[in-house]
């Protein structure tokens, strides 16, 4: 004679036997994170900005210089860089005043290891320009540098003539995102 109560109680045990303790914990953790959603791959973008307006003429006697740092590592996947600058003052007096070794904006981004990857040398109005550095097949890790040197000048009365120009280094790196939590790994 079979008894129905035998198989379940057996069952029964088994279920508590694995549910408690610290075999127990294992089961329950393994439980939850099945619930939860997956971790994926997230882009995370640091801008390093220089933007600089020339306030008036005096600004033509000093050079105007600005490095800037920051650091490539395995996760960076893509280096943008946006140029443009725009001579106002310079394009709406005559020549006579000052010639094109007088106004400039030269920019240089350095990698870690000394290798020029980027660079702009212009005396006259550059239109917004876009360039994108990739890895081949990886980049030099380490701390890079942008360094911007510059010279012009401005009418400080209505604020309205006034040479200036602006460069966005954004650095992309990736990282695995899990959820729930705010950081990046």
């Known amino acids: 004679m ?20 610290c075999m127990g914990l294992i089961a329950a953790r393994e439980t ?4 939860r959603e997956p971790a994926y791959e997230s882009l995370n973008n640091k801008k390093i900005t220089v933007d600089h307006s020339f306030q008036n003429f005096q600004d033509y ?21 946006y140029f443009k600058v725009s001579f106002e003052l310079s394009r ?7 010639d094109n070794e007088s106004r400039y904006v030269r920019a240089t981004l350095t990698d870690s290891e000394g290798m020029v990857q980027w660079e702009q040398d212009v005396s006259e109005d550059a239109s ?4 994108t550095l990739l890895p081949n ?11 911007v040197k510059a010279r012009g000048g401005g009418e400080g009365f209505t604020g309205s003539l006034q040479d200036n120009f602006i460069i966005i280094v954004t650095v992309t ?7 729930l939590v705010d950081e990046c790994y």
């Open 128 to 131: 917004p320009l876009e360039e």
């Open 92 to 98: 709406n007096l005559p020549s006579t005043f000052w």
């Open 137 to 147: 097949p990886s980049f030099a890790m380490g701390e890079w540098e942008l360094d």
């Open 32 to 35: 939850v994170e099945s619930l």
């Open 2 to 21: 079979r008894r129905p109560g035998l198989g379940a109680a057996l069952i029964m045990a088994v279920l508590m036997a694995s549910t408690s303790g």
């Open 61 to 81: 006697a000093e050079e105007y210089t600005n490095r800037s740092t920051f650091v490539v590592d395995d996760q960076t996947t893509e280096i943008d860089v």
């Open 173 to 179: 790196n990736s990282c695995v995102q899990y959820p």
